[in-house]
């Protein structure tokens, strides 16, 4: 077992613990320990045979993602824009319809009916303070509510209503009964709008990264060098007599004057700190469920479907692929089709037969592209639920009343320890983004305290 003295420690080398990593580097002794044998996260990337690289992870940037763009510019990566040409599908009972925009045409009342119910729900997120949501005077009966109970009452017709849930699904990888509504107000406003979280030119889904979303973080990690330790998942955090901490992962320890958990809220959970965090921060990390997604890619030739006019996008309530999108990388031959099981959809076929799956999502393809798109060149799938050291994905969520609950504290620091990941950023929660605010704002809390509390004791329990 090897004992190693740094100032400060990161648990977590996905893009958050990285930027962590990189921000305090500059003057600061830093190691990053990784659980897997790979850096990223939630960003991986899979090769086809053919060398195309696709993100079965997070992949997308957009307008507003400063932060991103200027890292992709560091690091000498490059971008290009989603293809967004060309009539969108709607299916609805086994019936395709052609649409452009982010809202299909449908019968007028449910049209009307959506459109009301969707100004309301971006009326209301622009009311709520993303830095402060349990502030709104609203905030205790909107957090008390789910959004499920809310479309219910402010959508009327079906069809509305299934359309909702379809964007839904979209931007949380989750249901609308899953979600409390003060945080479903507060992450499209953390992300400007719901109307930005899920369009495409002008939105959260406008660009793709060359390389991939992991690349950028193996050149992160390229940078920092030896300070990142792969295969050294993180067991326990403890309070040494000094003050210090002893990090213990999988194969040695590591001591340190602070540490910061980059990790998704329930992968936290499974750290053992000694003395305990304080019980509400226990209890906050345990109303953060991550949503649940499996993400599936198809490999053709070429983009077959753009000769008849369209873009690759589709909204289907019926799924199980609620949402497809071109995933086709520019200067490259293949066509690639990407589609989404989302919320209760992936929690079913996470338990159901690769092959079968893979079956089902490719019944979806045909049903919208034509019987071509049932014989992909090559298909991958990717179930964040079962993947280890993730569990779940897009994001965690607030169950209902957890932002009045303990919103307050939740970026609060606990002692030596300090919190980065998407789920602790104001802006962009959940996305690439906000996983870098975080890192940031967990960076500056360190290099504060180091200055302040230089061989001071602070206690975990604090
Ligand atoms: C399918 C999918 C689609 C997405 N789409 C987008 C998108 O298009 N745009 C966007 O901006 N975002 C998207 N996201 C979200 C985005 O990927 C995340 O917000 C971001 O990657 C989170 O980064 P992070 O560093 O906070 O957490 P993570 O990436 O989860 O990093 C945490 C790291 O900690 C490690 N770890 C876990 N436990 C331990 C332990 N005990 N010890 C040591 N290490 C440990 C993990 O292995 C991981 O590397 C998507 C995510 C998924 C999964």
Request: with cysteine; aromatic share 8%; proline share 5%.
């Amino acid at each position: 077992m090897s004992l190693d003295q740094v100032q400060v420690a990161i648990v977590g080398a996905g893009i958050s613990g990285l930027q962590a990593a990189r921000l305090l580097q500059k003057k600061y002794r830093v190691r990053v320990l990784e659980a897997r044998e790979r850096v990223g996260g939630r960003l991986c990337n899979h090769q086809f045979t053919n060398g195309d690289t696709v993100d079965v992870g997070g992949q997308w940037v957009g307008p507003g993602q400063d932060r991103m763009y200027r890292l992709i510019e560091e690091l000498g990566a490059s971008t290009w824009p989603l293809y967004d040409s060309g009539d969108n599908l709607l299916c609805l009972n086994s019936k395709l319809r052609r649409y452009r925009g982010t809202i299909p045409r449908i019968n007028p009342l449910a049209l009307a009916d959506l459109g009301i119910a969707m100004a309301r729900f971006e009326a209301m997120a622009k009311s709520i303070d993303p830095t402060a949501p349990w502030e709104y005077k609203k905030a205790r009966q909107w957090d008390a509510t789910t959004l499920d109970t809310w479309l219910h009452k402010n959508c009327r017709t079906r069809l509305g209503r299934e359309l909702f849930e379809v964007g839904i699904g979209a931007v949380f990888a989750g249901e609308a009964k899953d979600l409390s509504l003060l945080h479903a107000l507060f992450y499209a406003r953390s992300g400007h709008s719901l109307e930005t979280l899920l369009a495409v030119t002008g939105g959260a889904q406008q660009d793709r990264v060359h390389g991939g979303t992991a690349g950028l973080c193996e050149r992160m990690a390229a940078e920092l060098g030896q300070a990142v330790q792969l295969n050294a998942a993180v067991e326990a955090v403890e309070q040494l007599p000094d003050g210090r901490l002893r990090v213990r992962h999988q194969s040695g320890s590591v001591v340190c004057e602070r540490v910061i958990v980059a990790l998704p809220p329930n992968q936290a959970l499974r750290i053992r700190f000694e003395p305990e965090l304080p019980a509400w921060r226990d209890q906050l990390l345990q109303r953060m469920p991550a949503g649940a997604c499996i993400k599936c890619i198809a490999r053709y030739d070429k983009p077959f479907w753009r000769e008849e006019g369209l873009s690759g996008q589709v909204a289907s309530p019926a799924g199980p692929v609620r949402v497809t999108f071109d995933n086709s990388e520019a200067g490259r031959e293949s066509g690639l089709l990407m589609g989404f099981l989302e919320g209760d959809v992936a929690r079913y076929y996470s338990n159901v037969d690769p092959e079968q799956r893979r079956a089902a999502v490719l019944d979806c393809f045909a049903q919208y592209f034509g019987e071509r798109a049932r014989q992909p060149l090559e298909y991958v799938d990717k179930d964040w639920s079962s993947e280890p050291w993730t569990r779940g994905c897009y994001a965690a969520h607030l169950a209902p009343g957890t932002w009045t609950s303990y919103g307050p504290r939740m970026r609060e620091t606990n002692g030596p320890v300090h919190w980065a990941g998407t789920e602790f950023a104001t802006e962009w929660f959940g996305y690439m983004e906000g996983a870098l605010e975080a890192a940031e704002r967990a960076a500056d809390e360190v290099a504060g305290a180091l200055a302040r509390t230089s061989g001071r004791l602070e206690l975990v329990t604090a």
